[in-house]
């Protein structure tokens, strides 16, 4: 059985912005040698996603849009500790930090229009995602 | 260490139609020899959902009704691309599209009341949920 | 190839609380003896989340009325059978009922702000997760 980590860095130049990663995580897939298994791909920060969906920029900004909706900038009690990025933490919420993406004859196993996206809530500096292969 | 892979094929009727799996996931563990391990339960589109939660009719009328009120249907952006299921898109991403189950003593680990669906939300073609168990 | 399962029990005293269980979660990954790997943490109710943020007493607050706004108490066609818990059905949908931490040199890979919570929507008696830690 083999194990693989790898650690992906974004500084993201907006607050918000969502990013995509399909690419990498298929080349730490195949830098792991490892043709059956899984991969987590997991953000590291409480205010950033990870989601599968599509590479559409049309249906980006409708996401984005709607997650706005959901979870509106407004005075949060979170914000009594100095920090501004309550609504970020609810976005991470709705969209989950993390997916599992099954390995299949060494290629990640997505159907025709799965792409893997980091969606950052409160960028601007160095945040992380670990991808953890594991298989054979 | 073992693995084994399924798809399971939908074509449902209804546009929206939700799916009780937890037999085929159980079949698919069964059919594996494994008897520790997890198995991967993970939609392959990006308008359809896998859930776990309760096998009860009433509720599953209330899930689609409440989903329905989060990402109603409207004239998205996505939708100048010709498509027309926006909302299904964000369907998908409340609900999430995957779930790993626990496998002990050759069986899933689940607790009395949860039961495993697929949740489609744009339908009445030919869709898929990849299946990975992974363990011993 | 190893495997470890444990259960947490619990017991809240209040029908809605959150409890802080990384502790827990990484005393299992220790016991398990599993230096690379994962561990899943998986609610076996459908009235109960699992979930990664802060923790922060102030966003705590601030996540229990955002969840009550999205999923308000009213008369949901599942109380017909003579439950009351609707909305902490969808509570549980909307935060996941799972999550998937990477074990990495025997210990928890997360982030530096990313806890571990048990979020009770219907509590006041006897609820389990399951910890399954897989690895070498």
Do not use: C
């Not at 930090?97 to 960028?123: R, S």
Request: proline share 2%; net charge negative; aromatic share 8%.
């Amino acid at each position: 059985m083999k194990f693989h980590t790898d650690y992906l860095t974004f500084q993201t130049s907006k607050r918000e912005e969502f990013v995509l990663i399909t690419d990498q995580v298929e080349q730490t897939v195949k830098t792991s040698g490892i043709r059956e298994g899984m991969v987590l791909v997991s953000a590291m920060h409480i205010t950033a996603a990870v989601y599968v969906n599509d590479a559409e920029d049309g249906l980006i900004e409708d996401i984005k849009e709607w997650l706005h909706g959901l979870a509106p900038d407004k005075d949060y009690r979170h914000h009594r500790t100095g920090e501004d990025n309550g609504s970020a933490h609810l976005k991470n919420l709705i969209l989950h930090h993390q997916v599992i993406l099954p390995v299949t004859n060494g290629k990640l196993d997505l159907g025709p229009w799965q792409q893997v996206y980091y969606a950052e809530f409160d960028g601007q500096r160095r945040k992380r995602v670990v991808l953890k292969v594991m298989g054979e």
